[in-house]
């Protein structure tokens, strides 16, 4: 293998991509990767380089992230990857390059089919699928243990599930307001009421308990913008056109609240 101009223009991006993947952002975007390392070597050598980064990495997002995590989707992810792995270890052997290429590109065509073709509200977000979480589980830990893709299949589970990571960035963001003794005066604070996530309730009653939640959550008193979000989830129209509005319009007055907005 020999180190010259072409192979900084692509193995050098590719770890860097990685690298980012790994922080959270980018995602599948990683699938590039290894077909970049192609260029300059085979790919069971472009694997082999990536694996120890991946095991590095993996490790510290472990310890990063320990005491963050929803353990039912753990409970329904891990045993069914742990099944996709036990495959691939008594089937990789029989695998041409050409074929793992073939995964590779495929997880990419998967990825982009399932957000352009079959997941038309883009915001819309899915309940818990047992079979879904299950099927994507299996595939993520056998394509993991062959190309190193197991992000793509995890990825088109997880991210459209309800409830935007359990609330967790709202705990983040009221660490930080109480790390620096409250709310700066030159930013906008904002947050919204949402529906029950388990009973898909949403009225009166339930706007108060979530607004409540997110400012104690927040470490606040009042925040400057709140949506009500998602209001066709109400089963009564006048709920939101009457009753939450006008609750809402007495937290303004209350300066509890400087603007609000439907979302």
Not at 91 to 114: C, D, P, R, V
Not at 206 to 222: A, C, G, P, Q
């Amino acid at each position: 293998m020999e180190i010259n101009l072409l192979f900084i223009f692509t193995v050098v991006p590719a770890i860097i991509l990685y690298g980012i993947a790994k922080s959270g952002l980018g995602g599948s975007m990683t699938l590039i990767s290894v077909p970049l390392m192609t260029i300059v070597m085979p790919l069971n050598q472009a694997l082999g380089i990536i694996l120890p980064i991946l095991i590095f990495s993996d490790f510290i997002a472990v310890y990063k992230y320990r005491k963050e995590y929803d353990l039912g989707t753990l409970k329904l992810m891990v045993p069914f990857a742990a099944v996709g792995i036990f495959i691939a270890s008594f089937t990789f052997t029989y695998f041409s390059e050409e074929l793992l290429k073939f995964m590779i590109g495929l997880m990419g065509f998967i990825f982009a089919g399932h957000y352009f073709f079959f997941k038309k509200d883009k915001e819309a977000k899915s309940q818990k699928n047992s079979v879904k979480g299950g099927v994507c589980s299996v595939i993520a830990g056998f394509t993991s243990f062959c190309v190193h893709a197991g992000g793509t299949p995890v990825s088109v589970y997880m991210l459209p599930l309800r409830n935007y990571a359990m609330g967790e960035s709202e705990k983040r963001i009221g660490i930080a307001i109480k790390a620096i003794d409250g709310w700066p005066d030159k930013f906008v604070l904002s947050t919204k009421i949402d529906r029950n996530m388990d009973t898909l309730v949403l009225d009166e009653k339930r706007t108060r308990e979530s607004f409540e939640e997110s400012l104690k959550t927040l470490n606040v008193d009042s925040v400057d913008v709140l949506f009500l979000h998602d209001p066709e989830y109400a089963k009564d129209i006048n709920d939101v056109t009457k009753k939450v509005a006008h609750w809402m319009s007495c937290l303004k007055s209350k300066k509890k609240v400087w603007q609000k907005q439907l979302a």
